[in-house]
């Protein structure tokens, strides 16, 4: 084909815009679509039996240089598990942390310890903002969650908020 030379750029131009546009569909195509559902697992596959529970909340406004104490008890039973979290800004988001079992001493923030294997079961999940040295909590809030294998669980940030 014999054409002005003007037109060649041109025609160049839009061929490799088509070639690109080509390959740009090739590998979404290949890679595969992550928004379709995932597959369901067969009912062999469930989770179940003793697991972790992992905390984590929304934005906790309002409450730099407080505490996040998280415990973990059976329903009219004593707390198996804690997580003591260190609020660090006035719109702080706790990350995921995992509730490890009670310190020896009666500081629920003392010594680190390994995280707590909870039987299957429910547990009332009590979530409170603690000025230290306090007792108290200053405002909480409680949530039941059901262990089957390990579980993960949002604390509502707002409703700690001040």
Known sequence: ?????????????????????????????????????????????????????????????GQSGR???VFAAPEGGAPR??????????????????????PASQDPCGAATPATKLPEGTYILTAGIYAPPAQRAEVETKQTVRVSGDTAVEIDGAALSR
């Open 67 to 69: 505490v996040l104490l």
């Open 1 to 61: 084909m014999n054409l002005p030379g003007t037109q060649r750029p041109r025609l160049f131009l839009a061929a490799t815009c088509l070639a690109f546009a080509g390959l740009l569909l090739v590998g979404v195509a290949a890679c595969g679509d992550d928004s379709a559902p995932a597959p369901t697992a067969s009912p062999s596959a469930a989770r179940s039996g003793p697991g972790t529970i992992s905390v984590s909340s929304s934005a906790i406004g």
């Open 81 to 102: 598990a804690r997580a003591c979290i260190p609020i660090q800004s006035d719109r702080f988001t706790a990350p995921s942390t995992v509730l490890t079992d009670p």
